[in-house]
């Protein structure tokens, strides 16, 4: 899969304002909001989102399935989980779980090929520096600080969970 190359050079095409991203360079860099930055959306993104509304329910049903098998390996091997009463109203984009080092987990996923999300990689997503431009003091937020060093998430869309399970459970001692 070329999930990481494309992931890294789209997060880089966007940073530099070569492409419409979520985020974009000047979004990343200060505090101001940059102009243009509430657009309509496109009429290619009207269409791959109307054309995606067939396969939303699919979706949804696998992505609770994979969060539910998820939780249920976790909860067997003692590690962090989300439980069963979080499970009704959520969606599950992602699947949050707790490493040890987080550098050393995405290097064995990359290896593994299985694609991690790193939402929440900094409590101020996705600045990493300079936070005070945000009066956001690191004194004041030690728990989001922790978690944003080890949290990674699995993917939830995925059509083969037992090869994310089977990733961590073959690296269980890297998770919390």
Request: aromatic share 14%; proline share 4%; with cysteine.
């Amino acid at each position: 899969s070329n999930y990481w190359r494309l992931r890294s050079f789209y997060r880089f095409l966007s940073k530099h304002n070569l492409v419409v991203g979520s985020s974009q360079g000047e979004e990343l860099t200060g505090t101001k909001m940059p102009e243009g930055y509430f657009k309509s959306i496109s009429e290619v993104q009207v269409k791959k989102g109307i054309s995606n509304l067939d396969e939303f329910d699919t979706l949804m049903k696998r992505r609770h399935e994979n969060a539910v098998k998820y939780s249920s390996f976790l909860k067997e091997h003692h590690k962090y989980y989300v439980d069963e009463q979080f499970h009704k109203d959520h969606c599950f984009l992602k699947y949050p779980i707790l490493v040890k080092d987080r550098t050393v987990f995405e290097e064995l996923a990359f290896n593994a090929k299985i694609e991690l999300g790193d939402w929440f990689c900094t409590p101020l997503y996705p600045v990493k520096d300079n936070w005070i431009e945000w009066d956001l003091h690191e004194i004041t937020i030690p728990i989001a600080l922790y978690l944003s060093k080890h949290i990674v998430n699995l993917p939830t869309e995925t059509k083969n969970p037992e090869k994310v399970i089977k990733f961590v459970k073959n690296n269980i001692d890297q998770l919390i």
